[in-house]
């Protein structure tokens, strides 16, 4: 079987935490903890006649220094930038941090995932912004903690894209 390191990165409040137990648990909780370090989970994923498991690392959220350790870094295989659709901030930090990943690790496959979709009228990253990103090669996904949408495609997607690495 294969097993790849996925990296969960952001500013905290994000919902990277919230993410993973809807992938890994289908569950979603209106109470917020803060993540301390890191936390990993693991689940199987089939990509087409392939298991991949991927062991999913929930960093705590960067702000204001973005001081991520390296150490949690080494050995991903994948990462994921969640940005709070809700506040622009988060992606222009996000952006930040796959500055400091590209230094430690190099070119690894990543997805944007813009989180909080069930909350898209409130959004302050605009099309413009996405189209940007596209632009510059990312993939952009639009995602749900909370109603669980483009979850599972999500992590399907990063796990296919790892196995063609």
């Known amino acids: ?3 790849k390191k996925v990296c969960m990165l952001g500013t905290s409040a ?3 935490t919230s993410l993973v137990r809807r992938f890994v648990h289908g569950i979603f909780s209106d109470t917020y903890l803060t993540t301390i370090g890191v936390k990993i989970d693991k689940k199987v994923v089939p ?3 392939d298991e991949v498991t991927l062991l999913l690392w929930d960093l705590y959220g960067e702000d204001r220094f973005l001081k991520l350790s390296e150490r949690y870094l080494r050995g991903a295989a994948g990462f994921f930038l969640v940005v709070d659709g809700t506040r622009r901030s988060t992606l222009d930090d996000a952006l930040q941090l796959h500055t400091r990943v590209h230094t430690v690790l190099g070119e690894i496959p990543g997805i944007i995932l813009l989180n909080k979709a069930d909350l898209r009228q409130d959004w302050e990253v605009e ?3 996405i189209g940007h990103l596209a632009e510059a090669g990312w993939k952009v996904l639009p995602t749900s903690a909370k109603n669980g949408m483009g979850v599972e495609d999500a ?6 894209q790892l196995l063609d690495a």
């Open 47 to 49: 990509v087409g006649g």
């Open 1 to 3: 079987m294969i097993q």
């Open 14 to 16: 994000v919902g990277k």
């Open 127 to 129: 099309e413009e912004d």
């Open 155 to 160: 992590f399907t997607n990063l796990a296919a």
